[in-house]
């Protein structure tokens, strides 16, 4: 059975929802297990006063009882703790467009979606844009993700992520577990302490000048077994699912598997990871491949790198048009954060948790966990005598 989510909800409206359905029954779930997700969405330092006011209050509709599953949809609601200030600009039934309380928004800005939005459909105020467009709306995707990450979790499958760098200023990527836990408990996401200085310095320098900045983060999977995903039909392809869902992130503009780019400029010899056969088992001396071959994960970890751009919303706008004054101006200025890295990382690796949990759950079925956890555990042992020398000289 296939999972799906559908998300409603504006950046400053009464809430945000997600409704997740096709989760096995029997799934242990915590409030903590949830709300700890969405605060680790809201950290950062870059992140400006709106995550102050992300309290991020959440009620459960249905799917959970007694903290399991029940294998109907799972519903959830955000509640927006500034609904009351916002009311007056985004009341479903009364608005005056005249009202300065309406916040109408006329000067799109460069590198958001407010002016094609707006030219797709109708309207001077782009608010209708900006507030669905909103990277505050992917709250919902990220409780998504860790409701996926919990289901790989059972199954012994790791994901997590740590800020490889902003600015152009490098961080060093987590190599043990420690800087593992080290980086999901960082305000920069970063796997070493002695790293953020830096990157601080660079967060602070753009923000004084009023502009923001970008920067690039990394997503593992450990512990997956090879062979999940698939290379019959192009939409199945594991690969082209997780770039795709990490894309759809709002201000991501490259992702890339194992050495990525990289490759472009290497001979074969140099970019593809031997089989190696030791004591009668084989294995991969490297992983250049980023744990993917053939649109199927191979065993090894799968590691995604992503890049970010400089959020749009700035303090200091660039050149652009207000079509109701029909004159130049400024483009629209609103509260925003200087950097964003570490809070996109988080969603990266709750949207990666969804898709290896679809895959998993297309290939093994998941109308009960225990049922899931079986399957899971035969197919892992199919994969462990593969692994055996003997099999293959067979």
Same mark, same amino acid.
């Given at each position: 059975m296939s999972w799906r989510f559908l998300t409603s909800g504006e950046s400053h409206g009464r809430g945000l929802l997600v409704i997740v359905d096709g989760l096995p029954s029997g799934l242990s779930v915590s409030r903590e297990d949830l709300s700890s997700v969405l605060e680790r969405r809201r950290r950062g330092f870059g +992140?400006?006063? %709106?995550?102050?006011?992300? %309290?991020?209050? /959440?009620?459960?509709? !249905? !799917?959970?009882?007694?903290? %399991?599953?029940?294998?109907?949809?799972?519903?959830?609601?955000? !509640?927006n703790a500034e609904w009351e200030s916002w009311d007056g600009a985004m009341n479903p039934w009364v608005t005056d467009p005249s009202d300065e309380n309406s916040r109408a928004v006329t000067s799109p800005r460069p590198g958001h979606a407010d002016l094609p939005g707006g030219i797709k459909f109708g309207g001077a105020d782009m608010r209708n844009i900006l507030e669905r467009a909103s990277a505050r709306t992917t709250a919902p995707r990220t409780l998504a993700g860790a409701l996926a990450s919990l289901v790989l979790k059972e199954l012994g499958v790791s994901v +997590?992520?740590?800020v490889d760098s902003i600015g152009g200023v490098t961080a060093?990527?987590?190599a043990t577990e420690g800087e593992w836990v080290h980086a999901a408990r960082s305000e920069l996401g970063t796997a070493l302490e002695e790293d953020e200085p830096a990157l601080k310095a660079r967060i602070t320098a753009f923000g004084d000048e009023g502009t923001s900045i970008g920067g690039t983060f990394v997503v593992s999977v450990a512990g997956l077994p090879a062979g999940?995903?698939?290379?019959?039909?192009?939409?199945?392809? /594991?690969?082209?699912?997780l770039a795709g869902a990490v894309m759809a992130i709002p201000g991501i503009k490259g992702v890339e598997f194992g050495n990525g780019f990289r490759c472009a400029d290497l001979p074969g010899r140099d970019v593809h990871d031997p089989i190696l056969v030791e004591g009668g088992r084989w294995s991969r001396g490297t992983n250049h491949a980023g744990g993917l071959e053939g649109g199927m994960s191979n065993g090894d970890e799968i590691l995604i790198r992503a890049a970010m751009k400089p959020i749009p919303t700035m303090r200091k706008g660039l050149p652009s048009f207000d079509i109701k004054a029909g004159r130049v101006s400024e483009a629209h200025s609103e509260r925003s954060d200087v950097c964003a890295v570490p809070s996109a990382?988080?969603?990266?690796?709750?949207?990666t948790a969804w898709i290896i949990g679809c895959a998993v759950a297309e290939q093994f079925g998941s109308d009960r966990m225990?049922? /899931?956890?079986?399957?899971? !555990?035969?197919?892992?042992?199919?994969?462990? +005598?593969?692994? /055996?020398?003997?099999?293959?000289?067979?």
């Open positions: +992140r400006g006063a %709106r995550k102050n006011a992300e %309290r991020d209050e /959440l009620t459960v509709w !249905g !799917g959970i009882r007694n903290g %399991r599953t029940t294998g109907a949809p799972v519903g959830i609601s955000v !509640g +997590r992520s740590a060093k990527l987590p999940i995903g698939s290379f019959t039909e192009w939409d199945r392809r /594991l690969d082209g699912q990382s988080v969603v990266a690796e709750a949207m225990d049922d /899931l956890k079986e399957r899971f !555990g035969n197919y892992k042992q199919h994969c462990e +005598r593969w692994n /055996l020398h003997e099999h293959m000289s067979s």
